[in-house]
């Protein structure tokens, strides 16, 4: 039992497989289209259906077992789980610069500025992207809509 743990790329390719097929049952469940459009599972599925190959091709990569760990992905995961929890309470601006700014000095070790001003091109971008051309609802900030 223990022996699958001495490759741990197995471990993962296996959870990527798990989060693979819960994208895929929820998105048969949201619906991928509607009469207006795309419907809710279609993203789902997509990221389902791109898993797959990504799957295969982690499992046909050679890893050096010898090759030191490194926090950084972990980090950024870890990174990823609290911005999406304090989005529906913070808003859209507060999580996203705090995001970014962290990333971009603590993983990429870039300056302050680097990192505000990344943060505020992005939150620009997206403002334009969801709010203004899709029409997409998005709290900006705690209390407003």
Known sequence: MLRVFER?????VAL?????????LAS??????TDDGPGPGLLPFAAAVL???TLLLIL???????ERF???????????CVYAFALPYLGF?????????????????QSWTKGL?????????GWVVFVYLLKVPMKMLPGLL
Do not use: N
């Open 60 to 66: 046909r990569e050679e890893f050096d077992s010898g």
């Open 51 to 53: 898993l797959a190959p």
């Open 16 to 24: 990527i497989a798990i989060v693979a097929v819960a994208f895929g």
């Open 93 to 109: 601006l507060i999580p996203t610069v705090v995001l970014i700014v962290a990333w971009v000095r603590g993983l990429e070790q």
């Open 117 to 125: 001003g990344i943060a505020a091109f992005l939150i620009a971008v």
């Open 28 to 33: 048969w469940k949201l619906g991928f289209w």
């Open 8 to 12: 741990p790329i197995t471990v993962a």
């Open 70 to 80: 490194h926090p950084a992905p972990l980090t950024a995961i870890i990174t990823l």
